[in-house]
């Protein structure tokens, strides 16, 4: 008995995961460098305490997100020819205006770089097989990592400013995107896609320098939902 159970229970195993290998074997792996532009994002202020600034009571408002840069690198599997999925990540860069009211007080103007980083899984239905040009449209989903870093705040009424400190955090990100697969070679494959691209949220530190000796602290500046328009094209190899 025990001597079949060593015959049977590998032939079993071998039998269950039969349909798993047959599947792995029909499709094919590959990797992919990817750089492109950012443009026009849009973001909203969480203006949901108010309470913003040196004085803790500011608004923010007239909020843009400038065009950027980013790059990135992806890992992905085919399941079929219509069918893929794939692990990215990239990095893009973009500046960041708005304007802050303190109610009874004054007006401050900021400028700030945005440094996103996101992780995303994404999947993929190609529409055209077959051709020169094979278009689809996926959706993927992960974490971003948001940073406002150079963060300089003028004040209009007194023409002076201050620097404040740097803030991040890390949040859901979504992505929807069309585009298409122009194959170069057997294993080389030019990939061209639009995408909308959600990093989430956003926030400056808690403190400023009004001088090299003189730092205060401050309510954060904080912004919901930062979403770019991407534009990217990438190299990728089959293997």
């Not at 990797?31 to 849009?42: H, R």
């Not at 900021?110 to 077959?130: G, I």
């Not at 530190?205 to 094209?233: C, H, M």
Request: hydrophobic share 40%; glycine share 10%.
């Amino acid at each position: 008995m025990g001597r079949q159970a060593h015959v049977l229970l590998p032939a079993a195993i071998a039998t269950l995961l039969a349909p798993v290998f047959a599947v792995a074997e029909s499709g094919d792996f590959y990797a992919e460098l990817f750089a492109g532009k950012s443009w026009e994002g849009s973001s909203a202020p969480d203006n949901g305490t108010d309470s913003a600034g040196g004085i803790y009571n500011g608004s923010s408002r007239a909020i843009e997100l400038d065009d950027g840069d980013l790059y990135g690198a992806r890992l992905g599997w085919a399941l079929s020819p219509a069918w893929r999925f794939d692990l990215s990540y990239e990095e893009l860069t973009s500046d960041l205006e708005w304007i802050t009211d303190y109610p009874g007080c004054c007006t401050s103007g900021f400028t700030s770089e945005v440094e996103s980083r996101v992780l995303l899984l994404s999947a993929y239905y190609t529409f055209l097989q077959q051709g020169l040009f094979r278009p689809y449209a996926g959706v993927g989903v992960g974490v971003a990592r948001n940073r406002l870093d150079d963060i300089r705040e003028t004040w209009d009424d007194l023409g002076q400013g201050a620097d404040v400190v740097s803030g991040e955090n890390t949040n859901f990100a979504w992505r929807l995107v069309i585009g298409t697969i122009v194959p170069l070679t057997e294993a080389l494959q030019l990939n061209l896609e639009l995408s909308a691209l959600n990093t989430g949220d956003a926030e400056s530190g808690s403190s400023r320098w009004l001088s090299d000796v003189d730092r205060n602290p401050i309510g954060k500046y904080q912004f919901e939902d930062l979403v770019y328009t991407t534009a990217t094209a990438g190299i990728r190899y089959r293997f």
